[in-house]
């Protein structure tokens, strides 16, 4: 079994950053690609941004582009979200994700096309 560990959420003001980190550990495995989701009360989970391992490749939703970055260490299976000018709006439950194979387009985008997932780490900005 793989077991996804965030850390690094908290609360935040308008306009601050944080950085969140996911590793993955247990039985030998290969991630394809990781990144971040994240969701409120009463709404679906929501695609942040991930990376591909192979050649490094980053998306990101629309939401978020030039604000988050999406990098990690594929050897350690570490992945990061640093998020900068967090805004009220950003405030929500914030998921890892990982995929043991590869996969494009919009697939990528869709939640249920990850196969593990952390506990989640709460992200809070205030206004």
């Known amino acids: 079994q793989v077991q996804l560990a965030e850390s690094g959420g908290g609360l935040v003001q308008a306009g601050g950053s944080l950085r969140l980190s996911c590793t993955a550990s247990?039985?030998?495995?290969?991630?394809?690609?990781m990144g971040w989701f994240r969701q409120v009360p009463g709404k679906e989970r929501e695609f942040v941004g991930v990376i591909r391992w192979s050649g490094g490749s980053t998306y990101y939703a629309d939401s978020v582009k030039g604000r988050f970055t999406v990098s990690g260490d594929n050897a350690k299976n570490t992945v990061y979200l640093q998020m900068n000018s967090l805004k009220p709006e950003d405030t929500a439950l914030y998921y890892c994700?990982?995929?043991?194979?590869?996969?494009?387009?919009?697939?990528?985008?869709?939640?249920?096309?990850?196969?593990?997932w952390g506990q989640g780490t709460q992200v809070t900005v205030s206004s």
């Open positions: 994700a990982a995929v043991s194979r590869p996969m494009y387009g919009s697939r990528l985008y869709r939640s249920y096309e990850y196969d593990y």
């Open positions: 247990g039985r030998a495995f290969t991630t394809y690609i």
